[in-house]
């Protein structure tokens, strides 16, 4: 019988087994279902807007305030996810959007949608940094950006499974029936995660000494991930994680981590305004430029389509190659959204790029993502995480924004592009400088 047993080593050399499948497969369904209901007000917009007679320019204030909501979510209750854990903040958020979710179902007035969809917001803002923190925590390091590129592949999916599913159910039983779905999917997965989702095996570590409990989960959770371990009471547990009782936001800027937080938050930042600035405009300004309605519609689903295949791609390329290969896909992505404004009235061109330029923003965002969950211990991981989604999503607000102001002023395309591409160079130099300051990539269970 070992006297100590090191959880990290456990982590790292543990083979696959349903365990770990079951535990991948659940938070790739709760980031579906998060995605379907983080879209799920622009698919049912166009029919909320004619029953229930809302201006559309006022209509607009759904998108802010679900934003706005992420943001405070992800700000107070992702970061609470280190003090009370990331599985009760995953199915607590999961619970959260899929009443409030529903309840819009049932909403007539566009002051009941707005709060409701705050509410959702605050939800969703909960869950998905949570969800990053416990994946990145159960995965070896060699694989572990690839796992949570893999959560963000799956929220892409789910967001556009939504639109498929509102293109059949709304002409035939209204606007109110997508919300019903999104809501009550939201509420049967937190019934079903509460049976099935386990705590994070490195939370339960550095919080062992709260109580029995928790060492008793540990040793569980142990034992699932490999049957052969044998553990009593007299076996220590541990870990090179540090560990702090208290995770306020501060401890994200002490012990040499001022730098990485700041340069993460700006990769964060110029991501969303690049991404958002595309998802939200390039419909309109391919079909201004010459495209029909519906190669202007194939166009940005192939930006999606793009996306998801970039997402897996860079979540690979950062294990293996670490920050560099992440930043190189950003500088390719300037020259990709530059290029998108002297396409003209190409259509097989602009659809070309608009591929590559899904590939390398949303891929890289996806790689962003990951990273936000792997460069700080595990006692700060869902604060750090959570503070990099909701200031994430300052750019979220700002990219439609500023894009609007650029069309106002009727720039030429190859100008309008040009102002598009520059975040993107931004968050490449961000990267540069992170991998200078904080090393190439983390490859230790405290982080880099």
Request: proline share 4%; charged share 10%.
């Amino acid at each position: 019988m070992p006297d100590q047993l090191d959880v990290g080593r456990v982590i790292e050399d543990q083979r696959a087994s349903w365990f770990q499948g079951s535990l991948i497969l659940w938070l790739v369904v709760t980031m579906m279902v998060e995605g379907n209901d983080n879209q799920v007000a622009g698919y049912a917009a166009p029919a909320m807007i004619q029953a229930l007679h809302i201006d559309r320019a006022r209509f607009g204030a759904v998108f802010g305030i679900t934003l706005l909501g992420y943001m405070l979510g992800a700000l107070v209750l992702g970061a609470a996810a280190d003090r009370l854990g990331r599985r009760r903040v995953v199915i607590a958020g999961t619970f959260v959007f899929g009443v409030f979710t529903l309840a819009t179902a049932y909403a007539t007035t566009l002051p009941d949608i707005l709060i409701l969809r705050f509410l959702a917001g605050i939800g969703l803002g909960a869950a998905v940094p949570s969800s990053v923190a416990l994946m990145a925590e159960y995965a070896p390091a060699a694989s572990r950006a690839t796992r949570v590129a893999l959560m963000f592949v799956a929220y892409t999916i789910g967001a556009a499974l939504g639109g498929l599913i509102a293109a059949w159910l709304i002409p035939r039983f209204g606007w109110t029936c997508v919300y019903q779905v999104g809501g009550w999917s939201g509420i049967i997965l937190g019934l079903l995660l509460c049976f099935t989702l386990p705590e994070s095996v490195r939370f339960l570590l550095v919080t062992q000494d709260r109580g029995g409990w928790q060492r008793r989960d540990l040793v569980h959770i142990l034992h699932r991930l490999d049957p052969a371990l044998r553990i009593d009471m007299a076996t220590r547990l541990v870990s090179n994680d540090p560990v702090q009782h208290v995770v306020p936001v501060r401890h994200l800027f002490l012990d040499g981590r001022a730098a990485r937080t700041v340069l993460l938050w700006l990769a964060y930042i110029g991501t969303q305004m690049t991404l958002n600035f595309l998802t939200s405009w390039l419909p309109t300004v391919v079909h201004q430029g010459g495209l029909s309605l519906q190669q202007a519609e194939v166009t940005t689903a192939l930006f999606q389509f793009g996306g998801a295949a970039g997402s897996l791609a860079f979540g690979r390329l950062l294990d293996r190659h670490g920050l560099v290969s992440l930043a190189v896909g950003f500088l390719i992505a300037v020259p990709v959204v530059a290029a998108l404004g002297i396409a003209g009235g190409s259509a097989m061109l602009l659809m070309g790029l608009a591929a590559a330029a899904g590939f390398c923003i949303p891929g890289g965002q996806a790689g962003v993502n990951a990273l936000s969950g792997t460069i700080y211990p595990t006692y700060m991981r869902a604060t750090g995480t959570g503070w990099a989604f909701g200031v994430g999503r300052i750019g979220s607000i700002l990219g439609p924004v500023i894009g609007g102001v650029l069309l106002a002023l009727d720039l030429p395309p190859p100008l309008l592009f040009l102002c598009v591409a520059a975040p993107a160079l931004c968050v490449a130099i961000a990267l540069l400088l992170m991998r200078r300051v904080a090393g190439n990539y983390p490859q230790r269970d405290g982080g880099i």
